[in-house]
Nanobody, 115 residues
Framework: QVQVVESGGGLVEAGGSLRLSCGASGSIFSINDMAWYRQALGKQRELVGTISSGGSTNYADSVKGRFTMSRDNAKNMVYLQMNSLKPEDTAVYYC?????????WGRGTQVTVSS
């Protein structure tokens, strides 16, 4: 079994920054892709960005240039640095990790951006 836990959410003013962290533990030999998703109230969950085991990243157009993903393979961690936050970034942010072709979700962390 694999456990995924996010942290780092909170309340921030527009234009501010937050850094989310996500750690995976359990029966892990190696982690393939890792990703961040978000879900705003009343909306569908959407992909924020992905990062491969080699560090290649892809981002949603809405966050390009503002958000940066990184990972520490030795610690099974992935990070999401969020800068220039906007009220429309308010959502629950979820971490997703792929282990042996199976995906695992965390429970999410709330990010609220005030105008």
């Amino acid at each position: 079994q694999v456990q995924v836990v996010e942290s780092g959410g909170g309340l921030v003013e527009a234009g501010g920054s937050l850094r989310l962290s996500c750690g995976a533990s359990g029966s892990i030999f190696s982690i393939n892709d890792m990703a961040w998703y978000r879900q705003a109230l009343g909306k569908q969950r959407e992909l924020v960005g992905t990062i491969s085991s080699g560090g290649s990243t892809n981002y949603a157009d809405s966050v390009k240039g503002r958000f940066t993903m990184s990972r520490d393979n030795a610690k099974n961690m992935v990070y999401l640095q969020m800068n220039s936050l906007k009220p429309e970034d308010t959502a629950v942010y979820y971490c997703w990790v792929a282990v042996r072709s199976k995906g695992y979700w965390g429970r999410g962390t709330q990010v609220t951006v005030s105008s």
